[in-house]
Structure formats: C-alpha cells, structure tokens
Antibody
C-alpha cells in the first residue's frame, strides 16, 4: 500500500526555520518526481516545490524561492523541505505529494506549520 | 499568476448532475493539457479524481468526468450522492509559476 508520512511541523517564530520530512513507501520512489503543496487554514491549495527523480532539478513557487529548499534521499525513500526565514503567511498544512507526470497523484495526510510570535 | 477561478459553491439533489467550472487563461488551461481535479473531504487530504483533462485514475467513480474548452475546464459529477459532499479544486500547469490551483468549490448535496 502506498504511503506518504510527513513529520516536522510545529510552532515557529517569524524569521525562524523548520525542516519537514516525508517518508515514502509502497512504490518505487526513485521513479517519481516529488512535490510539496500547502494549504493555509480555511484556504485553497498552493503548489510549493517539486524535485526530479534524481534530485538534479528543483522548482519553486515565487513566494518561497530563496527561502525554502526541497531535497531528497533516495536511499531512505525520503523527501524534505527546509524552510528558512519563515513568515506569518507560511502558516499552513504542508502536504507531501507524489507527482504523476503532470498532476499530483497521491497525497500524504499533511503536517501543520504555524508561524507566530 | 492568480488562482484559477471556480464558483464558491455548487449544490444539487441526490441523483442530479452538477458541473463545476474552472476559468483560466491562455497561459494555463488554454495552453496545456495538464488540467487535473482534486476532491477534498472535510479534515482529509486531497485526492486526485481527474488528470489530463478527462482521464480518471483507477478506482475513481465513472460518475466523475472532465472536459476543457478554450481557457476553461469543467468537472461534471453525475448521479450525485451524499458522499460527494466535499471541496473540489482544479489545477493547471503554467510555464510562469509551475502549477496553479483553482479557488475551490464546496459541493453540497441537498
């Protein structure tokens, strides 16, 4: 059974850092791009970042470029999101998502990040 | 890049069909075949229900179908059931941003 399990969320002050992790299982991890998508409380979905199968290509939405870094460890079947210089508007549930080519075909349950003083 | 435009809410009675629209531009929906739809039930993660405009993943009900015309896409839910109550989001690839989601539509079964 396919599983994506996120961890690392929590409360952080503005300007702080947090590293999210996502453990993948139930599929051949090295065959797929992976992505992070976030959802602010009561709001819609926003694509954040994606990373190629071998980690050689990474793309970001403008609002996080230069502050967030996506990475992966294929030996551990894991993908990460390092978030620096966090702002209030980064508060959201962050979903780890398997990328099926041009669409988000399997989602984790999400981890909540709250940026507040 | 603004979010794709969807109606805030759509409702229907059990057994009826409803259509959710998703309006974009020539830079997103109009320029690509990478249009997808997601269902999000309360308190749960989104689930892919349509990809590449009109393709259903394995296990998704035949009652869900998608289409596209020009800069707009549509999701049709036929034979509406109580279990279809959820939020629905469209999504399109766009060269400028990467991927842009719709504003979301709350479906209510009367």
């Amino acid at each position: 059974e396919m599983q994506l399990v996120e961890s690392g969320g929590g409360l952080v002050q503005p300007g702080g850092s947090l590293r999210l992790s996502c453990a993948a299982s139930g599929f051949t991890f090295t065959n797929y791009w992976m992505s992070w998508v976030r959802q602010a409380p009561g709001k819609g979905l926003e694509w954040v970042a994606k990373i190629k199968e071998d980690g050689s290509e990474k793309y970001y939405v403008d609002s996080v470029r230069g502050r967030f870094t996506i990475s992966r460890d294929n030996a551990k079947n894991a993908v990460y999101l390092q978030m620096n210089s966090l702002r209030d508007d980064d508060t959201a549930v962050y979903y780890c998502v398997k990328f099926g080519g041009a669409y988000f075909d399997y989602w984790g349950q999400g981890t909540l990040v709250t940026v507040s003083s | 890049q603004s979010a794709l435009t969807q109606p805030a809410s759509v409702s229907g009675s059990p057994g009826q069909s409803i259509t959710i629209s998703c309006n974009g531009t020539s830079s997103d929906i109009g320029g690509h075949t990478s249009v997808s739809w997601y269902q999000q039930q309360p308190g749960k993660a989104p689930k892919l229900i349509i990809h590449d405009i009109d393709h259903r993943p394995s296990g998704v009900s035949l009652r869900f179908s998608g289409s596209k015309s020009g800069n707009a896409a549509s999701l049709i839910i036929s034979a509406l059931r109580a279990e279809d109550e959820a939020d629905y989001y469209c999504c399109s690839f766009t060269a400028s941003v990467g991927y842009v989601f719709g504003t979301g539509t709350r479906v209510t079964v009367l």
